[in-house]
C-alpha cells in the first residue's frame, strides 16, 4: 500500500530470516512492535530490564503463534553497562536487520541513571545513543539493515537547555521529556547525515506513535484521571506501533520521520510526519553528538558531515 494512504500492520510483509531488536518490548507500543514481527516469522530480542515481565511477553505472543522465535534480551537504558553488556549478546546473532529504540520514560519524579544523569535525557537519549553506536558494527555486516529512533510530538516546541543538561538548578518534568524528544529527534537526523557521508549500508529512521494511551504516562497524574475520555482520541498501542513497522519494514527514504497521518498527527494510519525546524538544525545536531559522546564515553567514529 502507497504511505499516501497509510501504512498498518497489515502492510508488514513476511520477515523471514531477520533478527530485530525491539527495545521496552515487554508492554505498549513495543509489545506491539515485536508481536507483528514475531508473527510476520522474525527473530525478535525483546530488550527489557525485567526478566520476568520480558518472558511474560514472549509468552503472551506464543500464545497467538507457538513457532514464534524470540528472546529475552537484558537491557536497563539507564545504565550504560548494562548497554555495553547487552550489545555484547546481541553482537552473538547471526545477523541483525535492525533496531527499534522504542523504550523510554516520560515526566517522572527527579531521578538519576545509574552514572548520575537526569532520567529522561539519560534514558531517552543517552542509553538510545549508545545502545545505537554500539551496534553499528554489527548492523553494518547485514544488507540494508535499519536503526528506528522513537521521537514524539512533545518534540515541536521543546528546547534542550544546554548549560543544565543534567537538571542540577532547575526541573521542570514536562520540559525535560521535551527535551529529550527533541534530542531524539536531532540524533536521528545526524545519524542519518553521517552513515551516509560513510556510505554505510545502515540507514536511521525516526517515528513517533502519536499520542498513545499506555503506560509510559503513569506519571502524568490529573491527565490521566480523564483515561476513557481522551482514550477516544488517542491511539492505541497496536496503532501506535505502525509508524515503527513502517520505519523497520517499509519503503521508506533515509532519514525520513513517521508517525499517525490522522486527526492532527495523534493517531490513524503511519505515514509521514512533521518535524520541527530546529529538530533539522545541523548545528545543534552536530553540538548535540558532541556532548553525547563526552557523556556516554561512547564514539561511534563515523565522520562529521
Known sequence: MPISKGFTEADVPDQSGKTFIVTGANAGVGF????????????????CRDQAKGEDAIARIRKIAPACEMAWLPLDLGDLDSVRAAVDIAGKEPRLDGLINNAGVMTPPLMRTK???????????LGVFALTSLLLPKLAETPEARVVVTSSISHLKARIDWDDLNADRSYVKTERYGASRLANTLLFFELDRRLRAAKSPVTAIGVHPGIAATSLGRHMGLAQLAGPIVGLLLNNPERGAWPALLAATGKVKPGGYHGPIGFGGIRGVAGEAKRAPHAEDPALAK???????????????????
Not at 508473527?39 to 530488550?47: C, D, E, F, K, Q
Not at 552514572?115 to 537519549?125: I, M, S
Not at 553540538?287 to 558531515?305: C, I, K, N, Q, Y
Request: glycine share 10%; no cysteine.
Open 287 to 305: 553540538r548535540l553528538w558532541e556532548v553525547s559522546v563526552a557523556m556516554t564515553g561512547v564514539d561511534p567514529g563515523l565522520p562529521a558531515v
Open 32 to 47: 506491539e512492535i515485536a508481536r507483528v514481527l514475531a508473527t510476520r516469522r522474525a527473530r525478535v530480542l525483546l530488550g
Open 115 to 125: 552514572q548520575g544523569f537526569e532520567l529522561q535525557f539519560g534514558v531517552n537519549h
